[in-house]
């Protein structure tokens, strides 16, 4: 949250955590609304909101048993994404997901494979 003196303004941030979809967050007063870029099956975003006076730990999803305070969250995150003028990715429309293989699991016991000291 922002204070500017008066009030507390709602604040939002664009993050892309390793294995998930990128997304981008907002916080306006107790809530949280997340937003995860393609996560859906269809390819549509999905929106997660959270209270974080009551649920820190953001175990409840109020996304759509209150979907007031999930519009007004993702309206300020669509103004201050155009604000900003942030291009976010598209689609690749030629991927097929049941071509690629999942990345493989290192096993806790095996050690990372070194840097390359070539630049590659």
Not at 14 to 40: H, I
Not at 58 to 80: C, G, N, Q, V
Not at 92 to 112: H, I, Q
């Amino acid at each position: 949250m922002i204070w500017d003196g008066k009030t507390w303004a709602a604040t939002a941030r664009t993050y892309s955590p390793p294995a998930y979809a990128p997304g981008a967050t907002v916080t306006e007063g107790n809530w949280k609304l997340l937003r995860f870029y393609g996560d859906n099956p269809d390819g549509s975003n999905r929106e997660e909101l959270y209270n974080l006076k009551d649920d820190i730990g953001e175990t409840f999803d109020y996304a759509a048993s209150l979907p007031e305070i999930t519009r007004k969250l993702e309206k300020h995150l669509d103004d201050y994404m155009a604000r900003i003028q942030v291009v976010l990715p598209k689609p690749n429309p030629a991927f097929d997901p049941a071509v690629v293989s999942p990345p493989r699991k290192r096993k806790p016991s095996e050690p990372l494979a070194p840097l390359s000291d070539e630049g590659d």
